[in-house]
């Protein structure tokens, strides 16, 4: 429809008639509620989408993280990467932070229980990537941040294969240990994760 406004003398050529001409008594009462209804659908067709969009991953990762049996995931233990950016380094390297965030000792197997993942559209899970770096010792504990003095962070790094995965990737890596009480390691994991940028 050529509609255009002319000021006051603004006119729709499929009608004839005045587009700022005052509707019958009642017309707008009746169309609003239509209108708001009509926005309303199309709001709540837009907020299913997005959760429609990401809720396959989040779904597959409870799934992982069920089975996993770990508590409190990003709470007793916090992963940051190293140095700025969070992204792998020129040799696929990613150097991060963990620290230890409770009031508990964590033991760490060597390489800090790394493990990689990264998510598959195609079999709607969460898949392994083999890390290449290789780690000596027998374990780590990280103590609690009592002081300044504790021993409440360490720096490890991960080598994932970057040739198994597609452009642009995202990887999650997992750190995960086990609370030390009594002086002895307990079943009790606990972890913390990180999603790396690998699309630069």
């Known amino acids: 429809m050529a509609t255009r406004s002319l000021g006051s003398n603004a006119f729709s050529s499929r009608s004839g008639s005045l587009v700022g001409a005052t509707p019958p008594r009642g017309t707008a009462r009746r169309t609003r509620p239509f209108v708001a209804a009509f926005l309303l659908l199309l709001a ?4 299913g989408l997005a959760r429609g969009a990401g809720s396959d991953q989040e779904v597959a990762w ?11 995931w990003n709470r007793t233990l916090e992963v940051s990467i190293a140095d700025a950016p969070s ?9 991060l932070l963990v620290t230890n965030r409770s009031n508990e000792e964590v033991w760490f197997p060597p390489g800090y229980g790394a493990i990689l993942l990264t998510y598959s559209e195609e079999n709607l899970r969460w898949e392994e990537v083999k890390n290449r770096a290789t780690y000596l ?17 360490a720096v490890t790094s991960v080598a994932p294969t970057l040739d198994t995965l597609g452009k642009p990737a995202m990887l999650r890596v997992l750190i995960v240990g086990r609370v030390v009480r009594d002086g002895a390691v307990t079943e009790e994991a606990v972890g913390g994760y990180i999603d790396v940028d690998l699309s630069t």
């Open 44 to 47: 709540d067709l837009g907020c």
């Open 62 to 72: 409870q799934t992982y993280a069920d089975q996993m049996q770990v508590r409190d």
């Open 87 to 95: 992204t792998a380094g020129s040799e696929g390297v990613i150097d």
């Open 137 to 153: 010792g027998d374990g780590e504990i990280i103590e609690p941040r009592l002081s300044e003095a504790s021993n409440w962070a």
